[in-house]
């Protein structure tokens, strides 16, 4: 790699690796410090000194987090949300993008300027939870799912894709064919389109699992909240007589141990908060890097 290069061009390059591995270092230290917490003893913990493995090793805090009915609660919350939100966004941006890529649409400039001219100003918190209580899903799972259904953005790089990169010629022989619109869009352009499809996917399915703000905000039911605005609610309130007093599935398979302190127990739940993505994003990475490259140059 460094072969035909000057002295100087060599230490640039020594420079930027040093950098970038510096900066690598900082970006996953607190992931792994928070790891090395979450299967230390808590009680062992308070006493400082760990950095980057267990001193104590325990399973304990897992096992307070998973007893626990409030933790429980709050994943079925996140995965539902994440699950229907997902497929829902993909489903409806898709069938916009395939209209919009349509140049012989009527009213097509106008109905793309409309799309992007209302998303360019947000209405803040309040015109937000009045418009929600107005439709009747404040306090109720389907505040989570209804407004991330749609995104101007996830439907443009979408008919971005439809339209640099799956030939019009195509449609045109399916329609000449007797194909239907229906037909043409489920299985000509979706089978063609996975790797934008898994793009917005991944970015739609990031977002409803790491949403905390509506969970906050649009509910009142604790039952309701999802596993980041419970997170959230643990790193400001969580002491240890809210730790004793929350809800476990069962008292009499499981005994709260001294040794489980509310920073341990926030450790892993933060864990068991960000697994699912960490262990799902490298097998959609490949597409990730294609979907957004796909279509952004028109040949």
Known sequence: MLRGRSRGEKLFD????????????????????????????????MKGGIYFIPRAFTLDNYRRAFYSTDVINAMFISISRTVLTTTGAVLLSSMGAF?????????????????????????G????????????IVDTFWVFVFPGLYSFYN????????????????????????AGLLRVYAQIYMP?????????????????WNAWFDGLYY???????????????????LDYNMLNE?????????????????????????????????????FLQKYFVKGVMIGSIKE
């Open 14 to 45: 020594w420079f930027n690796l040093g950098l970038l591995a510096i900066l690598g270092f900082l970006f996953v230290y607190p992931f792994i410090y928070s790891l090395a917490l979450s299967f230390n003893d808590g009680a062992d913990a």
């Open 99 to 123: 209209a919009l890529s349509f140049k012989e649409l009527p009213g097509r400039r106008s109905l793309n300027f409309f799309i992007f001219f209302s998303n360019i100003f947000g209405g």
């Open 192 to 208: 063609l389109a996975m790797p934008i499809l898994a793009t917005v996917g991944l970015f739609v399915a990031v977002a409803q």
């Open 155 to 178: 439907i443009l790089i979408m008919r971005v894709f439809f339209q640099n990169s799956i030939p019009e010629g195509l449609r045109e022989s399916a329609l000449i064919d007797g």
């Open 125 to 136: 918190v309040i015109p937000t939870y009045v418009l929600y209580r107005t439709l009747g």
């Open 246 to 282: 929350e809800r476990m599935t069962s008292e009499m398979e499981f005994r709260v141990k001294q040794t489980v302190t509310p920073e341990s127990f926030k450790m892993a739940v933060l864990v068991i908060t960000t697994a699912p993505i960490i262990c799902v994003y490298p």
């Open 219 to 237: 509910v009142r039911n604790q039952k309701l909240l999802p596993l980041s605005s419970l997170l959230q609610k643990y790193v400001k309130e």
